[in-house]
């Protein structure tokens, strides 16, 4: 379904629901497309389970020196996407796939990056349910659904709640960047 294409995983330094990263990665190797880990400091990236430590990630590309990608995916954790809304670069990052009219799935808390990069106005989405007022408020309908894909708007956008979603997620988001 993704021969030959390159999809950017974008990830704080820190702070990334580990499972909303590794889950998404292997289905768009499985799919046969390359995922590339994406980040604001080059190095490596720290995974938590919940709250807690758990794997590091080699950072492939800094978002700064970012390369064309094919889509992009968001994982959540409460820290991951509060922390790339601060960075402009990682905003811009995310808006650009917009832009370009490529897919974008985002996952748990990551909405929060999309509301930054004012992208959800006018779209549907779901998220972890402390995000629906701050969707609303940015224009966007928040729906409580295991899985959300939303084509009114410039690409496809691929939400889901939590990690307990992860396999509609994934399903969804491979047929949107396939």
């Known amino acids: 379904m993704l021969d030959g294409k390159t999809i950017a995983f974008l990830v704080a330094p820190e702070g990334v629901e580990q499972v909303e990263l590794t889950e998404p990665w292997k289905?768009?190797?499985?799919?046969?497309?390359?995922?590339?880990?994406?980040?604001?400091?080059?190095?490596?990236?720290?995974g938590f389970n919940h709250l807690?430590?758990?794997?590091?990630?080699a950072v492939d590309e800094t978002v700064d020196e970012a390369s064309s990608y094919d889509g992009l995916v968001l994982p959540g954790g409460v820290a991951n996407p509060d922390f790339l809304r601060t960075v402009p670069e990682a905003v811009r990052f995310v808006r650009s796939f917009f832009d370009a009219g490529k897919p974008v799935a985002a996952i748990c808390h990551a909405p929060w990056t999309l509301i930054e990069a004012d992208v959800v106005r006018g779209r549907t989405l779901t998220s972890w349910p402390s995000l629906q007022t701050d969707l609303r408020n940015a224009g966007a309908t928040w729906v409580d659904k295991e899985v959300m894909v939303c084509t009114n708007g410039p690409n496809t956008?691929?939400?889901?709640?939590?990690?307990?979603?992860l396999k509609a997620f994934c399903q969804a988001a491979m047929d949107a960047m396939s």
């Open 27 to 46: 289905a768009v190797k499985q799919a046969g497309g390359t995922p590339r880990l994406v980040s604001t400091s080059p190095g490596q990236v720290q």
């Open 157 to 165: 956008l691929v939400t889901s709640r939590k990690p307990d979603d």
């Open 52 to 57: 807690d430590k758990a794997d590091t990630f």
